[in-house]
């Protein structure tokens, strides 16, 4: 049975360790955090949308406060990284060249350098890195590559999506809202719809960007991007992390294909749509589980079966970095930015 560390006890992490407890092939083995009451299991508190438990059961396995050590725990077999942005690379690297394989939630880095790193440790250690980039798992967008790839509605003419929530202020030392820390909604949120985007469609040729900051010392806490793809359609993304109050979480989609749409809200039932331009609209039929779930067991499998990681490699994970640092240079000088301007 394959056994994992898991680094980082925050929102993230106690959303791993919910996946990991429900699997029958994995081990959960030891966790580590810097925080004394995370490692005697509370991990109450913090994140946009529910977990199961915010209550776990550490007593049999190993616990560090200092994670260099879990690291070095010759029991684990594979690290699931869940630390701060500017953490990444620091302990990705550490555990590669410790031989352990890396699940390392997103985004990959702060800067396409530490990405660099990433990518070499990987590559020399022979160790199998995945960047959690959940929405290539998700089923709904799942179903809108399969539409924009097999031309059921035709060809795709536009796309339009959205992400947005309160202001993250449950992160350990507020570090979320630290620009150098976690990049600002721009880096921590927007990554996900720049990845899927980038993921369905290829890269884009340029951004263009405007946004703004709200919070301060935060970074970019709301952005909208148009993607330029050369006779492609036409693809915006929107990101806002300053809708308090009782709005919660939302997660959308608008797809505009020759033959009809399809419509995507993670806040109704059904969440998914489609739309024929002739004929009944229809809910099609989804994967089971979610993005966490369905990310965390593409990993596993590949573990067990010694297989290339395929669906989110580290290099297209940081491309998608590399497009998000192109989107904050726009929005810093109001003009629109060649994604090779990023180097």
């Not at 440790?121 to 890195?129: E, F, I, N, P, V």
């Not at 339009?160 to 993250?168: K, L, N």
């Not at 985007?197 to 919070?215: E, R």
């Amino acid at each position: 049975m394959l056994r994992v560390g898991v680094i980082g006890l925050g929102f993230m992490g106690k959303m791993h360790l919910g996946v990991y407890q429900k699997r029958p092939d994995v081990e959960l083995t030891a966790v580590s955090d810097i925080i004394p009451r995370k490692l005697k299991g509370d991990l109450s508190g913090g994140g946009n949308i529910p977990t199961e438990a915010d209550f776990f059961d550490f007593t049999k396995i190993s616990c560090y406060r200092n994670a260099d050590d879990l690291i070095n725990d010759k029991k684990v077999d594979f690290v699931d990284i869940c630390l701060p942005t500017h953490l990444h690379a620091l302990y990705t690297i550490k555990a590669l060249e410790a031989g352990k394989d890396v699940l390392c939630e997103k985004p990959m880095a702060n800067s396409l350098a530490e990405c660099n790193r990433m990518i070499t440790a990987a590559k020399s250690s022979g160790r199998k890195l995945m960047i959690a980039q959940c929405l290539r798992f998700w089923p709904e967008y799942e179903v809108l590559k399969e539409y924009v790839e097999n031309r059921k509605l035709g060809k795709l003419l536009a796309l339009s999506c959205f992400r947005g929530g309160g202001t993250p202020i449950w992160s350990e030392a507020n570090w979320i809202l630290q620009k150098d820390k976690g990049g600002g909604a721009l880096l921590d949120m927007h990554i996900h719809d720049i990845d899927i985007i980038t993921y369905i469609l290829g890269m884009p040729k340029s951004v263009f960007s405007i946004g703004k900051n709200v919070v301060e010392g935060s970074g970019i806490d709301v952005v909208s991007t148009n993607y330029f793809y050369p006779e492609g359609p036409i693809v915006n993304a929107i990101c806002n992390w300053v809708l308090n109050g009782e709005f919660g979480f939302n997660m959308t989609y608008l797809a505009s294909f020759e033959k009809g749409n399809i419509t995507f809200d993670a806040s109704q039932s059904p969440t998914i749509r489609i739309n024929p331009n002739e004929g009944k609209a229809f809910t099609p039929p989804l994967e089971p589980g979610n993005g966490y779930t369905r990310e965390i067991d593409y990993f596993v499998k590949a573990l067990y079966s010694k297989a290339p990681i395929e669906r989110v490699t580290p290099e297209q994970a940081r491309d998608s970095v590399r497009v998000a640092l192109a989107e904050m240079l726009s929005v810093e000088n109001s003009r629109p930015v060649e994604i090779t301007e990023i180097r």
